[in-house]
């Protein structure tokens, strides 16, 4: 018998033999995936008659014992006292969870599908003789739920399960994460779910259709298991712990690799934005291109040095969206991602959150409203797409902004006449079960200002340009730099150049001119510690 307490959730198989491929069974695939790091397998079979499926556990059984793994059955609590298996996992239109417990005695584990906060306020008030651990999801969308009473909830949702968790004290109960998870997303959803103490990360994941429908189910686990175990996410150059001051040396050697790379950075933005962008790219020694066709995605990501620019300003169509976010993340090639209008619309917000949930940005950047929103800091919905000020004190702006870096795992950066960054990237690195390596208050946050510049609100797209300006520092950047660093360069050039063009144009109009002029003039000098714009450190 297993000890309970001390079940590794990390990798957690669950079965479904109609997933089959030629020349295996439900044994091999279990087997091979024993072999090769699977530490806990659910016998999941919905359409297999009792005697059938008693047989198939038997034999499952034999192979865990071999392994020294726990065996689980899915819902029928009959098989598995029956075989005397390890434990049950059932879901919420299942047997109740005191019966289950009553039949089973303290010593067998029981597992429980929960996908909302009331489930586990139930569970919570239970208490820790009831339910052993919950699969929380689904995270998304799944072949193996063929009627799903759940909508995907993606890494945010999961997390808000977490922080229920910790709010109610359920210390106990164990997490794995369930539905849709595969090798392309494992180390982002790792990544970015933990509760918004940092205490709480999530045990395991769970997948199905990676390994059963495998026709190399070892390879397949020692994937998986790989993946689990390196414990990070590099998803771009420059996440390496960084020293949390900035200067102008950093600065000057981020403008300095800059110059050397590059960069080519692809805009998928607003119309408004594409022409005035396309010039701050060149004023900054960069190459632009506006390209929303799905074939070159891939092509283009795997340039070296290539950025993406995602600017929401103009409603794109979600697919097209998903493709080149899948593509640069594939390339391990900085995102920097501008949710206009945030909450503006339902349709803002449902193409923003979609966004949210299936990518990994390098850098989020925003105006008041659009962090504050992002953060649930903002009463109502914004105005508009350039609602900037809310009449908020800096303190929340600070706030907002580390709580969005936390949980997107981002450099957060919110705009306004005090621009605020802040790093939530935790070193690329997470742990099962060990929580966050930091708190959302915990992170280095830096504010950058040169005084008001109040034409800067008076043209289109000069914050959409912000975002080209970062794209150009983060995707010139290598390794021997930092993301924190190289997006603080680039929001002090953009402030001193828009101070500078403020002195120097003769209004709006002629604004746009001075700006690009003052970003071509400090890019090509490259003297930070001239620059206007002062950063210092919250």
């Excluded at 079940?7 to 997933?19: E, I, N, P, Q």
Aim: hydrophobic share 40%.
């Amino acid at each position: 018998m297993f000890d309970k307490n001390k079940v590794d959730y990390s990798l957690y198989l669950v079965t479904d033999s109609t997933m089959l491929p030629p020349g295996t069974t439900l044994e091999s695939q279990v087997e091979a995936a024993l072999k090769n790091g699977v530490t806990l397998v659910q016998l999941r079979e919905k359409e297999t008659e009792t005697k059938v499926f008693i047989e198939q556990a038997l034999k499952v059984q034999k192979l865990c014992h071999k392994f020294q793994v726990p065996l689980i059955i899915n819902d029928r609590v009959d098989v598995a006292l029956a075989i005397d298996a390890d434990g049950v996992h059932v879901g919420q239109d299942d047997m109740p969870i005191k019966m289950v417990r009553q039949l089973l005695g303290p010593s067998k584990i029981i597992g429980w599908s929960v996908g909302y906060e009331h489930e586990v306020e139930q569970l919570a008030a239970m208490g820790p003789g009831a339910v052993d651990y919950i699969g929380l999801g689904m995270v998304y969308p799944t072949l193996t739920k063929k009627n799903p009473k759940k909508a995907p909830m993606g890494p945010r949702g999961v997390s808000k399960l977490l922080d229920k968790l910790q709010s109610t004290n359920a210390e106990w109960c164990r997490t794995v994460a369930i539905g849709g998870l595969h090798p392309d997303n494992i180390p982002r959803v790792l990544y970015q779910i933990a509760s918004s103490d940092g205490k709480r990360s999530l045990d395991g994941i769970s997948v199905v259709s990676d390994i059963m429908a495998s026709p190399e189910a070892g390879n397949a686990a020692q994937t998986l298991r790989a993946l689990i175990d390196q414990s990070s996410f590099h998803y771009a150059q420059g996440l390496s712990p960084c020293r949390k001051d900035f200067s102008s040396e950093l600065a000057k050697e981020c403008v300095q690799q800059m110059t050397e790379a590059s960069p080519l950075v692809q805009h998928i933005t607003n119309k408004v934005h594409q022409n005035f962008g396309a010039n701050v790219t060149l004023a900054l020694g960069s190459s632009p291109i506006m390209s929303e066709v799905e074939p070159e995605f891939e092509e283009l990501s795997q340039i070296s040095h290539a950025t993406l620019l995602l600017n929401t300003g103009t409603v794109a169509p979600f697919n097209t969206l998903l493709q080149a976010m899948c593509a640069y993340n594939a390339a391990k090639r900085p995102i920097v991602f501008d949710p206009v209008g945030y909450s503006a619309t339902s349709t803002r917000l449902e193409l923003n959150n979609q966004l949210l949930a299936y990518g990994q940005f390098a850098c989020i950047k925003g105006n008041v409203g659009e962090i504050l929103s992002l953060a649930d800091l903002n009463k109502g919905k914004m105005r508009g797409v350039d609602a900037g000020s809310v009449g908020s004190d800096i303190s929340l702006c600070v706030e907002a902004t580390k709580i969005v870096a936390y949980r997107y795992r981002t450099i957060a950066v919110c705009t306004g006449q005090q621009d605020i960054v802040v790093d939530g990237t935790c070193g690329g690195t997470f742990e099962l079960s060990e929580g966050s390596a930091a708190r959302a208050s915990d992170l280095p946050a830096l504010i950058v200002e040169a005084g008001e510049i109040p034409v800067m609100g008076k043209i289109t797209a000069s914050g959409c340009s912000l975002g080209s300006t970062i794209a150009c520092l983060v995707g010139g950047i290598s390794d021997k730099q930092h993301l924190f660093h190289a997006v603080t360069t680039a929001v002090c050039l953009y402030k001193s150049a828009g101070k500078i063009a403020s002195e120097r144009c003769n209004g709006s109009g002629s604004f746009q001119v001075e700006l690009i002029d003052a970003l071509d003039q400090l890019f090509t000098k490259n003297q930070p510690e001239s620059w206007v714009a002062k950063v210092s450190r919250i």
